[in-house]
Each structure stands twice: as structure tokens, then as C-alpha cells.
């Protein structure tokens, strides 16, 4: 059961975190959701464990982007994160700006410090 529900928890984390300036979530709690389905699979088979480089690699990437978002934000308007993409139509999936690429980048970043922290807890309870 786990093998299934693994790439569902991962899409809700994602559609948690897209439609963060929607609806109730973000990036935040998009990224917990998704750190809960690598702990569903860490406790239905305890062998396996992720990639600690390329957990690393994701998180860091993720968080350079977020910064990387802002710099951009400072170039454009003089602000750090001000929202430099024009705005669509209201209650659409593109009408928030870069307000959906910030959930994205914190939704990575947190389900991969989780996740991080999960491993680490469990690899340090044997």
C-alpha cells in the first residue's frame, strides 16, 4: 500500500504548494505533506534510505532559487521579492505573479529539510 500512496502524497504536497495563493496551504505545508510520504516509505521498508548528496543538492538548489526569485525581484524594482511578473486572471493558477514560484522553492526546500531530519532521527534511533 505504501508504493501507492507514495506518488499520491507527493502530488497533493505539490498541488498543496501550486495552489498555495488559492487556497488554504503554501509552501510550507506542501513540503511537511511531502516529508510525510518519504516517512510513510522509511517506515514501511526501514532499508532503504534517500541519497543524502542528492537530498542536499535539491534542498541547496532550492534554496538559491527563492534568493535567486528575490534578486530578481531587486534588479526589476528596486525591492527585495517584490512581485516583478504581471498578474493574470484572478482565481487562476498564473494570477499571483511570482507568488507560485516562491511556494514551489519553500515547498522543495522544506519537504527536503524534513525529509533530512527524518533520516537523520531515524538513522540515529538504531
Same mark, same amino acid.
Given at each position: 500500500? #505504501?508504493?501507492?500512496?507514495?506518488?499520491? /502524497?507527493?502530488?497533493? *504536497?505539490?498541488?498543496?504548494?501550486?495552489? *498555495?495563493?488559492? &487556497? @488554504?496551504?503554501?509552501?510550507? !505545508?506542501?513540503?511537511?505533506? /511531502?516529508?510525510?510520504?518519504?516517512?510513510?516509505?522509511?517506515?514501511?521498508? @526501514?532499508? !532503504?534510505?534517500? +541519497?543524502?548528496?542528492?537530498?542536499?543538492?535539491?534542498? #541547496? =538548489?532550492?534554496?538559491?532559487?527563492?534568493?535567486?526569485? *528575490?534578486?530578481?525581484? =531587486?534588479?526589476?524594482?528596486?525591492?527585495?521579492?517584490? +512581485?516583478?511578473? @504581471?498578474?493574470?486572471? @484572478? +482565481?487562476?493558477?498564473? #494570477?499571483?505573479? /511570482?507568488?507560485?514560484?516562491?511556494?514551489?522553492?519553500?515547498?522543495?526546500?522544506?519537504?527536503?529539510? =524534513? &525529509?533530512?531530519? /527524518?533520516?537523520?532521527? =531515524?538513522?540515529?534511533?538504531?
Amino acid at each position: 500500500g #505504501s508504493r501507492l500512496l507514495f506518488p499520491l /502524497i507527493l502530488l497533493f *504536497g505539490a498541488y498543496i504548494f501550486v495552489h *498555495g495563493h488559492l &487556497t @488554504p496551504g503554501g509552501g510550507f !505545508q506542501g513540503g511537511a505533506i /511531502i516529508a510525510s510520504g518519504f516517512l510513510l516509505m522509511y517506515l514501511a521498508f @526501514p532499508k !532503504q534510505r534517500i +541519497n543524502k548528496k542528492t537530498s542536499g543538492l535539491a534542498e #541547496s =538548489l532550492s534554496g538559491l532559487i527563492f534568493v535567486g526569485i *528575490g534578486l530578481l525581484g =531587486l534588479v526589476f524594482s528596486g525591492y527585495f521579492l517584490t +512581485n516583478f511578473l @504581471p498578474k493574470g486572471i @484572478p +482565481n487562476t493558477l498564473f #494570477s499571483a505573479g /511570482i507568488i507560485p514560484i516562491i511556494y514551489i522553492a519553500i515547498g522543495f526546500k522544506v519537504g527536503f529539510e =524534513l &525529509t533530512g531530519i /527524518i533520516d537523520d532521527l =531515524l538513522e540515529r534511533s538504531r
